[in-house]
């Protein structure tokens, strides 16, 4: 039988209750400590704050005092910083906004000289406005104060307006003296001014002449003319009538779809060109042809013969042939879209003086130059269909020239460069001046423009005389010289004027605003 100690029985029961003891020990140990909790100071909206809390940062903190911080509002310490016992923390508010300074600016006044309003009046054909400038800038505040002015961008919202005032410069129409006879094509009716203004007769009633021709005998006693008919008819009658008759008639000729007729320069011939009418654009086609025939004292046509037989004429002969008597009768010069020539009247052949590429129009219409015989039957005044500046196809080419041909071809002369293709050349009575129109737009001249001005048959001494540049230009390509060569009749927005060599401002004789054509023998 073993026999154990008191001494180690007593530890075998002690182990267990130490071991016990130092576990509970060591656990008590782990636990921290109670921390007490931090005093935060807080100035934020100008006002101080002082807490106590047991927030570990400084975002924490401004959260449980429920203050929101802005996108631009700033806070010392930062939001992440630890917080500690006795921290001081400064929130600062910051915004921006945006100002919007506006100037006002002038707006200019224009005075338009208006030969379409009576001398005397005004209209304000513009009311004048004020612009907008603006400036945009950027404003930055803290705690209330703008520490920041910023321009981000400035500019025009709205440009002034310019106020333009008409001021009339059209003489009311009063009586003149004229020299000769003065036709004119108004509403569709034939108008007669002889000797005076105030002479005026109203030729025909019939309200369809079509303009194709209008043209005085070189006594100014007789009208060649026009009328339209149905296109069943065909394009047109050809008409005259006795410009000195108290009640005149006018007679038919019979002749119908002409396209251009003209009186020999004794009076007692006329000339014309037929078309033959077709269902494509224009309407027509060309026959190329020249006839001639007598007029009676009584205006009946006798001795009716053809000069030139039909043809073509090229590519362009669709449009037709027109012809211009030389003051001597000896002679006619011919115009196509391409070409310029003499017919002989005993000798009824062409020959050609100078050709050039037609004006290609994209359209129905063609162009083919105007032209004038100088008053002793050597010189024709006409406009050339030029080269081009660019290298562009020659008929595209947008110069049309005025130039001088001598009738047998032995010289030609450019005396005026790129006056436009509706510059419609015409010699004075004694041939050494041309009056002429000059295209405001060169290179578009088939929808510019023209300013009516005079040059010497060298080309030199160029004046251009109405209207101002300033003033609407003149649409009608209609102008002529009066029979003494001391005034130029033309028609300006829509009526008839003369002016006066040497004078600035024209003597209008209409007032309706439709005159379309006119003519002064």
Known sequence: MTRHSPG?????????????????????????????????????????????????????VLAEASIKLENLDRVQPPENAQLHHGQ???????????????????FKR??????????????????????????LYRLTWEEGVQIERVLVKEGITK???????????????TTTNI????AYLEHQEAWILHESSANRRRLTTFGDLDGRVFTLSPSGRQLLFTRAVTEEQGINTLWI?????????????GISDVLWAGWSPDGRHI???????????????????????????????????????????GGYGWWGTRYFWSPDGEKLAYSRPDEIGIVNWGEPERHTLVKFPAYRTYSSWAWAPDLTWSAESRLIATILHGPPATNIHPEESPVFDLWVLEATGAYSAEIASEV?????????????????????????????????????????????????????????PSWCWSPDRQVMAFIYQGDLHLLREGAEIPLPLTDEGEVTLLDWK
């Open 110 to 135: 224009e005075v338009v000289r208006n030969a379409t309003l009576p001398a005397g009046e005004s209209r304000l054909l513009q009311a004048g406005q004020e612009g907008v400038h603006e400036h």
């Open 271 to 313: 000339a014309w060109s037929t078309a033959e009418n077709t269902d494509r654009p224009p309407g027509w086609r060309g026959r190329n042809d020249l006839w001639v025939a007598t007029v009676t004292r009584d205006t009946e046509l006798t001795h009716q013969r053809r000069l030139l037989e039909e043809e073509a004429a």
């Open 241 to 253: 009538a006795h410009t000195t008759a108290a009640a005149p008639t006018p007679r038919d000729t």
């Open 8 to 60: 180690r029985a007593l530890l075998k029961y002690l182990l267990p209750l130490l071991a016990g003891w130092f576990a509970l020990t060591a656990c008590q140990a782990l636990q921290p400590f109670p921390t007490a909790p931090n005093r935060v100071a807080i100035i934020a909206d100008g006002e101080r704050r002082t807490l106590e809390t047991e927030a570990q940062t400084v975002g924490a």
């Open 179 to 182: 020299t000769g006879t003065l």
């Open 88 to 106: 001081l923390i400064t929130v600062t508010r910051s915004w921006q906004a945006e100002e919007v300074i506006t100037t006002t600016l002038p």
């Open 159 to 173: 440009p002034p307006q310019e106020e333009i005032l008409l001021i009339g410069t059209r003489p009311q129409v």
């Open 420 to 476: 436009g293709m509706w510059a419609r050349p015409r010699f004075s009575p004694d041939s050494e001046t041309i009056l002429f129109g000059k295209a405001r737009i060169p290179y578009q001249s088939h929808l510019s423009s023209y300013t009516l001005c005079t040059l010497d048959r060298d080309g030199s001494n160029q004046q251009c005389l109405y209207p101002p540049t300033e003033e609407i230009g003149i649409e009608i």
